[in-house]
């Protein structure tokens, strides 16, 4: 049997994700309750990531672990590699098996027995809801799932970073005032078969993360000119016609394999043009505009004075500031575009790995910005 677990985080956080994924899968359609993975059991999840941080920790041969842990049975499993002989989990083990998985997709599979919990494999492909937690780095992990639908990045339930815990708003609470903000956000319930996804602008963030350069990213409507105002003249990198990739996969079935591929490829595409110097312009379908342009403050406007700051942290608290006050160039020329052009909404990623999605509130007549790295990890 493993000892008690002295990760204090992992006792405290352990209750609240056995809630989600209960939560979740009770929301979900009786007939599709059976391909759903099993929910996590409050011992299990608080033992795992007591074990993972401990691993965390620790180095082989000069290397941290990166590793993503899958609470499930092989039969539960895609394309899964069963070793011979199970491995108790623990953090030595971790730490030897974690140079077999750092490639993205590919997770150790973790299950239980009278004796506690093992690792008996691999699998490179797991079901909807199952709880996964992803080692980041020394003393950085993510609880998450796999979207219903399969699509693109994993869904955050809880990031614990030392002895510092963030628990996702699923809800989206703190943006309950803009529903520009809720429209772009990337749905937290629990899908109940294939269909629809919006979550372009979190890939995008996922592929501006990936290129390291930072990067502002201006959504506009479509079919205007306006925003045109709030931009340097003549620009030095316009694209006409627009280029319309991401539009046209959206168009198409869905259901296939090749469709997530495609557009997740299209919108690499795009994510390559924002590490360029200068602001990416696409329309609220996504269709690219330009890039490369610089903001202006608009000749009929005020400077923005004034905004306010939330993240989708349970618990978190609104802030009001400046946004001069809340980072550097690329923020406030973000804050000013929102402010002048009301109807768009701006993505900005900075080289220390935040990302704040500004949009204009309505309710609170000021620029709102959501920081949604918490969403990206």
């Given at each position: ?64 672990p ?23 989990l ?41 709880f ?53 956000l ?20 996922s ?21 045109q ?6 620009m ?12 046209e ?82 923020h ?34 000021m ?11």
């Open positions: 049997m493993l000892s008690e677990p002295t990760y204090l985080a992992a006792r405290v956080v352990a209750p609240m994700i056995e809630t989600h994924f209960a939560r979740h899968r009770a929301a979900a359609r009786p007939r599709d309750v059976a391909q759903l993975a099993p929910p996590p059991d409050v011992q299990w999840v608080e033992t795992i990531i007591d074990v993972a941080f401990w691993a965390s920790l620790r180095r082989e041969e000069g290397y941290s990166k590793i993503s842990l899958a609470l499930l049975p092989p039969d539960k499993a895609i394309q899964p590699v069963v070793f011979a002989h199970k491995r108790r623990m953090p030595y083990n971790l730490l030897k098996l974690a140079p077999a998985v750092e490639q993205p997709g590919i997770h150790l599979g973790v299950w239980y027995d009278a004796d506690g919990l093992y690792v008996w494999g691999t699998a490179i492909g797991i079901p909807p809801l199952c996964v937690l992803e080692v980041i780095e020394p003393g950085l992990l993510v609880v998450k799932h796999r979207r219903a639908d399969g699509f693109g990045k994993f869904v955050n339930v809880a990031i614990l970073r030392g002895d510092q815990l963030q628990l996702v708003d699923a809800d989206n609470a703190v943006v309950s005032d803009c529903p520009a903000l809720q429209a772009f990337p749905e937290h319930t629990l899908a109940t078969e294939m269909g629809e996804t919006d979550n372009v602008l979190v890939e995008l963030a592929a501006m993360r990936a290129h390291g350069r930072g990067g502002l990213v201006l959504i506009v409507p479509p079919n205007s000119q306006d925003w105002a709030s931009i340097v003249q003549p030095t990198y316009p694209v006409t016609p627009a280029y319309m990739g991401i539009a996969m959206q168009r198409e079935d869905q259901t296939e394999r090749k469709w997530q591929d495609g557009l997740l490829r299209n919108i690499g595409i795009v994510g390559g043009f924002t590490a360029v110097d200068g602001a990416t312009v696409i329309t609220r379908d996504y269709h690219l505009l330009a890039f490369g342009v610089k903001v202006a403050r608009a000749e009929n406007s005020t400077p923005v004075d004034k905004m306010v700051l939330t993240e989708p942290v349970v618990g978190s608290v609104v802030q009001h500031l400046h946004p001069a006050q809340n980072g550097g160039t690329r406030l020329a973000a804050a000013q575009f929102v402010h002048d052009q009301r109807d768009s909404l701006a993505l900005v990623a900075s080289q220390d790995g935040y990302f704040t999605l500004f949009a204009w509130s309505v309710t609170l007549e620029v709102h910005a959501h920081r949604i790295d918490v969403l990206l990890l």
